[in-house]
Nanobody, 112 residues
């Protein structure tokens, strides 16, 4: 069983920045972030493998940066130039031995 602890969400004005963190309780292969905007389905934001291969959804390229610290089993999502359409609950994902584990979600609200 893998436990995930997320932090870093909140309210920010358009153009602002936030940094999300997700710490896992054990060795993880792929880690990433998904988000679920109000009234919409959950969607991929960014994922990173243990070896450092990264994939972003097109809408965040150039604005968001995913990174990880393998020694701490922690993944980060630096979000810059935030837009109102980035408002969503952000969920951490960790994959280990073919199983997916999800964090509890953290709210990100972009509003003036």
């Amino acid at each position: 069983q893998v436990q995930l602890v997320e932090s870093g969400g909140g309210l920010v004005q358009p153009g602002g920045s936030l940094r999300l963190s997700c710490a896992a309780s054990g060795l993880i292969y792929t880690m990433g972030w998904y988000r679920q905007p109000p009234g919409k389905q959950r969607e991929l934001v960014a994922v990173i493998t243990r070896g450092g291969t990264i994939n972003y959804v097109d809408s965040v390229k150039g604005r968001f940066t995913i990174s990880r610290d393998n020694a701490k089993n922690t993944v980060y999502l630096q979000m810059n130039s935030l837009k109102p359409e980035d408002t969503a609950v952000y969920y951490c994902l960790a994959t280990r031995l073919g199983l997916d584990y999800w964090g509890q979600g953290t709210q990100v609200t972009v509003s003036s």
